[in-house]
């Protein structure tokens, strides 16, 4: 029987908390190997374990996996979230980078200095409300299916879900006007291992605050 799969990586969400939510929903047990100081990377890139001398670095079924879009597409074709042909897999690749140009600006916002927040948070409204909430709003009427893709669950519906949830955090308002959004994030949340992912005490990441990074900027070397 196959261990379960190890995650290393920070105690943040960054680059794996999209991994976390894929295999929370698929409802496959992990383990994460958590960096928590310099010596902790150093150790590991001179393991050379590190491909590029980067994390994250995920180990499953007998490899040593990095770069997140490699893992994040191994996982979702393993656990049949990545569409059933090459069209509806060209759908979700193009709505998950989508997303990923919108999630840039949200990962960085806790780092800004606190005098650039406000532009920075009105950049992040900006292009959620006029740019991409409205992009995924029109997918979803346009099919009137329950899910992005092929009316079935996908790693964009998931990854979807995931960019709302961050984005309530920084402004509860943002998926006012979007009410189909709003459903799909339902709908995803009442899933069972979605239900208990999203419950205290799981192994989702909490919203990094300016504490957090003073912290982690004395435990590691930028």
């Given at each position: ?20 939510w894929l295999l929370a929903t698929a409802g496959v ?194």
């Amino acid at each position: 029987m196959a261990g379960k799969p190890k995650l290393h990586y920070f105690n943040t969400r960054g680059r794996v908390e999209s991994l976390r939510w894929l295999l929370a929903t698929a409802g496959v047990e992990f383990e994460e190997i958590l960096i928590t100081c310099q010596e902790d990377l150093d150790e590991l890139k001179s393991s050379g374990r590190l491909m590029f001398q980067q994390v994250p670095m995920v180990e499953i079924d007998g490899m040593e996996l990095v770069q997140t879009r490699a893992i994040l597409n191994y996982f979702a074709s393993k656990h049949n979230l990545y569409g059933k042909d090459l069209k509806e897999r060209a759908l979700i690749d193009m709505y998950v980078e989508g997303m990923a140009d919108l999630n840039d600006l949200v990962v960085v916002f806790p780092g800004h200095p606190p005098e650039e927040k406000d532009a920075k948070l009105a950049l992040i409204r900006e292009k959620t409300t006029n740019r991409y909430f409205p992009a995924f709003e029109k997918v979803l009427k346009s099919h009137g299916q329950d899910y992005l893709v092929g009316n079935r669950l996908s790693r964009a519906d998931i990854q979807l879900v995931e960019l709302i949830y961050h984005l309530e955090e920084l402004d509860p308002s943002l998926t006012s006007n979007f009410p189909l959004l709003k459903a799909l994030q339902t709908r995803i949340s009442n899933l069972p291992t979605v239900k208990k992912f999203l419950q205290p005490g799981s192994q989702r990441k909490p919203l990094l605050t300016a504490e957090a990074i003073a912290e982690a900027r004395k435990a590691f070397r930028f």
